[in-house]
């Protein structure tokens, strides 16, 4: 089992940068991969960005490609999202997930935190 707890969020200027933060329990953390996704008000749930159990690769959603850096510290149980240059469309709630490596949903979610950019 694991648990996750985010934590970062804030109100930023456009322009501004934040990092977020999402502090794992449990002994398995290193094995699994781990993703941020985020949700807008009246809008779905989407995927941000996602790291494998090493930090060797990594994926974003082209909105945040060069603006958006995901990293793992494995032997601090941490999940990080670096954000910058942030733009007011991406304010929402960000959510921490992870799931292990041969499956394909993620299972694990952390209660969110979130993310105001004023313009």
């Known amino acids: 089992q694991v648990q996750l707890v985010e934590s970062g969020g804030g109100l930023v200027q456009a322009g501004g940068s934040l990092r977020l933060s999402c502090a794992a329990s449990g002994r398995t953390f290193s094995t699994y991969i781990m993703g941020w996704f985020r949700q807008a008000p009246g809008k779905e749930r989407e995927f941000v960005a996602e790291?494998?159990?090493?930090?060797?690769?990594?994926s974003y959603r082209d909105s945040v490609k060069g603006r958006f850096t995901i990293s793992r510290n494995n032997v601090k149980n941490t999940l990080y999202l670096q954000m910058d240059k942030l733009e007011p469309e991406d304010t929402a709630v960000y959510y921490c997930a992870a799931r292990p490596t041969v499956t394909r949903n993620y299972n694990y979610w952390g209660q969110g935190t979130q993310v105001t950019v004023s313009s």
């Open positions: 790291i494998t159990w090493n930090g060797s690769q990594t």
